[in-house]
């Protein structure tokens, strides 16, 4: 159980572009889920929390224009990143968590997301 | 505040060897979850093991085993007898209230097992 499903899991595209990453829990209810970002060799970095039926919260430092988040229902957030340029290049990461406490975290199986 | 240190970069072992990842952590919070995830070269983080503070019991699970001794506060990972798909970058993670519920990892410790 606990399954978390991203996509899509490679995107390579010109700069400019703005690029949609799905994050969908497949066998259980998520209102919060998570978007980090990794850089190689690197450990993961929050980017932000999404809540179901309300305003992400965005950890400091992050565009919330450049980086759209959308948690539209208990199963699905999206990440989109706007006018998308090489220096967005890297491997993003959700996850969603169950309710109750303590609940460990689920992760997708990431994004790389190369811009030109 | 919340933070997690592993102090190993990396560590590269001869399959069939044993080894221990290290993992201190810092918090004010009484009650907080201490986490394992392995991050394979494929990129997927692997859920491994969830310890809440109160729960001091050792566990063992296959050849993975892990120390959680609040006393010096540590959270160590040991695999036994290593194989080479034991190869992956491995988390430690802190969740408590002092954070709002959000993860703080560790910097992580690549393992690189060598046939």
């Known amino acids: 159980g606990a399954v978390v499903s991203q996509h899509p899991s490679r995107v390579i595209c010109k700069s400019g572009t703005s690029v949609k990453i799905e994050c969908r829990s497949l066998?259980?209810?998520?209102?919060?889920m998570f978007w980090y970002r990794q850089f190689p060799k690197k450990s993961l970095m929050l980017m932000a929390t999404?809540?179901?039926?309300?305003?992400?919260?965005?950890e400091q430092g992050v565009e919330k224009d450049k980086f759209l988040i959308n948690h539209a229902s208990l199963t699905l957030s999206t990440l989109t990143v706007t006018s998308a340029h090489p220096e967005d290049s890297s491997f993003y990461i959700c996850?969603?968590?169950?309710?109750?406490?303590?609940?460990?975290?689920?992760f997708g199986d990431g994004t790389r997301l190369s811009i030109l | 505040a919340q933070k997690v240190t592993q102090a190993q970069t990396e560590i590269s072992v001869v399959e069939k060897e044993d080894v221990t990842l290290d993992c201190v952590y810092e918090?004010?919070?009484?009650?907080?979850?201490l986490f394992w995830y392995k991050q394979p070269p494929s990129g997927e983080l692997v859920f491994l093991i969830r310890?809440?503070?109160?729960?001091?019991q050792n566990e063992i699970s296959g050849r993975y085993s892990w120390n959680f001794q609040k006393s010096t506060s540590s959270f160590n990972f040991t695999i036994t007898a290593s194989q080479v798909v034991d190869s992956a970058v491995y988390f430690c993670?802190?969740?408590?209230?002092?954070?709002?519920?959000?993860?703080?990892f560790g910097a992580g410790t690549t393992v690189t097992v060598r046939a």
């Open positions: 993670a802190l969740l408590g209230s002092s954070n709002d519920y959000k993860l703080s």
């Open positions: 996850s969603a968590r169950p309710t109750g406490d303590g609940q460990p975290q689920h």
């Open positions: 066998d259980f209810q998520a209102t919060t």
């Open positions: 310890r809440n503070s109160f729960d001091e």
């Open positions: 918090t004010r919070d009484t009650t907080y979850y």
């Open positions: 999404s809540n179901e039926g309300s305003k992400a919260t965005y």
